[in-house]
């Protein structure tokens, strides 16, 4: 297993974050990784067979929340740190029935430009469906941020679960069957899994709860 650690000069002048550290409860999760990315606002557990990420860990702090967002979206770029042959592109997921799903979100990260363009590295995208991404999910990322706020601060790691025998997109790669977000405080956690199914995307949030001792200790 490599570890990449990527330390842009800009993250460091950054007066908005401190680099994330994995918290202890997420660690059994970022062992079995083809490439381990310390994006310095997040860690990311890559894999070469799904060209795909399969876990992905950050904290939010709500003095960050609070200080405003960039609403100007970057353009997604590759990330340089993964050899050419198991890298993704944004022109992968032209016509191929799935939107380009953020594991980190860019309205959770998007306080400073450095910070928003981390999350714009294709290896935190996966093929997620439309309504999906839309609803549910982004119903989910809001609840991370309102938790934040409530609770000054607050962990979240994203799992991202495949089939046995995934489904494919274009370059080879994988397609998600479901997402898992994790979010604990300090006494306090909650946990969704989500379908990466249509036909989910407008059911109660609560309707997709699970007892988070199933992931965290």
């Known amino acids: ?3 990449v ?3 842009c000069a800009l993250a460091l002048s950054s007066f908005a974050y401190t680099q994330y550290e994995l918290h202890p409860s997420f660690k059994a999760y970022f062992k079995d990784c083809s490439l381990l990315m310390d994006k310095y606002y997040y860690i990311n557990c890559y894999d070469y067979n799904y060209k795909g990420t399969k876990a992905i860990a950050y904290k939010l702090e709500a003095k960050i929340l609070n200080q405003g967002h960039i609403k100007k979206r970057p353009r997604f770029q590759e990330d340089t740190n993964i050899p050419k042959k198991y890298r ?3 022109e992968d997921y032209l016509r191929s ?3 380009r799903g953020h594991v980190v979100p ?3 990260m998007n306080a400073t430009p450095q910070a928003q363009l981390s999350t714009f590295l294709m290896s935190n995208i996966t093929p997620q469906k439309k309504d999906i991404n839309a609803e549910i999910w982004n119903e989910i ?4 941020r309102y938790l934040a706020k409530k609770n000054k601060e607050l962990e979240v790691l994203n799992l991202v679960l495949y089939d046995d025998k995934p489904k494919h997109i274009k370059n080879n790669i994988a397609i998600p069957s479901f997402y898992v ?7 306090f956690s909650e946990c969704y899994k989500v379908p990466n199914n249509n036909n ?3 059911f109660d949030r609560n309707y997709f709860k699970e007892d988070c001792k199933k992931y965290i200790d």
Not at 141 to 144: C, D, I, L, P, T
Not at 181 to 187: D, G, Q, R, T, V
Request: hydrophobic share 30%; proline share 0%; no cysteine.
């Open 181 to 187: 977000k994790i979010l604990k405080a300090k006494n």
């Open 5 to 7: 650690l990527t330390l």
């Open 141 to 144: 990322e809001q609840r991370e």
């Open 88 to 90: 993704t592109y944004w």
């Open 97 to 99: 029935g799935y939107t």
């Open 1 to 3: 297993m490599k570890k």
């Open 106 to 108: 860019n309205q959770s």
């Open 200 to 202: 989910f995307a407008r």
